[in-house]
T-cell receptor
Framework: DAKTTQPNSMESNEEEPVHLPCNHS???????IHWYRQLPSQGPEYVIH???SNVNNRMASLAIAEDRKSSTLILHRATLRDAAVYYC???????????????FGSGTQLTVLP | DAGVIQSPRHEVTEMGQEVTLRCKPI?????LFWYRQTMMRGLELLIY????????DSGMPEDRFSAKMPNASFSTLKIQPSEPRDSAVYFC?????????????FGSGTQLSVL
């Protein structure tokens, strides 16, 4: 299975942009790149996903390298409520004809400083 | 929509006892996932259902663990007998769709402590 590599932790100042990197050098052509985040004492929450093109939504932007071996989650203005563990995940096929599972790595703990 | 509902929020039990965790997925979703989270191993997928049928249970640790989905609106994860190493937060998630990509919606989890 393709794996992802993320820094264990990152810090950001409040109201500044945050760039969270993810390496996935063994990604396959059909794997989507998903990002989830987990706030303290909560279940993971969907943030964004993409395949090849950069993506934007109300929460964040996803920049995908041209060779798809890495991606970056961008929070444009970090707030204290963005402090969480951010997971970069590749969608994995379980078996032929059936759907898929999301395998979570260890993620990046983002600390937002006031 | 109330989201994915899990019960109980907290469960404390003694080693050897049976534990049943419950999950109500979001109405209309056709896939359901059970995850376990510990400090040591992070988030692990235990089992995944599609249209109430177990598709992949390769993550279920051992025979002490079993999961059922009798209908589209309810699933259980049972541990019998429970052991201290089963202590973890158990999350249920649901999604809609049969092809990528789909968003998973997670419940708030059940904190299980086995003494």
């Amino acid at each position: 299975d393709a794996k992802t590599t993320q820094p264990n932790s990152m810090e950001s100042n409040e109201e500044e942009p945050v760039h969270l990197p993810c390496n996935h050098s063994t990604i396959s052509g059909t794997d989507y790149i998903h990002w989830y985040r987990q706030l303290p004492s909560q279940g993971p929450e969907y943030v964004i996903h993409g395949l090849t093109s950069n993506v934007n939504n109300r929460m964040a932007s996803l920049a995908i390298a041209e060779d798809r071996k890495s991606s970056t989650l961008i929070l444009h203005r970090a707030t204290l409520r963005d402090a969480a563990v951010y997971y970069c995940i590749l969608r994995v096929f379980v078996s032929s004809g059936s759907a898929r599972q999301l395998t979570f790595g260890s993620g990046t703990q983002l600390t937002v400083l006031p | 929509d109330a989201g994915v509902i899990q019960s109980p929020r907290h469960e404390v039990t003694e080693m050897g006892q049976e534990v049943t965790l419950r999950c109500k997925p979001i109405s209309g979703h056709n896939s359901l996932f059970w995850y376990r989270q510990t400090m040591m191993r992070g988030l692990e997928l235990l089992i995944y259902f599609n249209n109430n049928v177990p598709i992949d249970d390769s993550g279920m640790p051992e025979d002490r663990f079993s999961a059922k989905m009798p209908n589209a609106s309810f699933s259980t994860l049972k541990i019998q007998p429970s052991e201290p190493r089963d202590s973890a937060v158990y999350f249920c998630a649901s999604s809609f769709g049969s092809s990528a990509p789909e968003k998973l919606f997670f419940g708030s989890g059940t904190q299980l402590s086995v003494l």
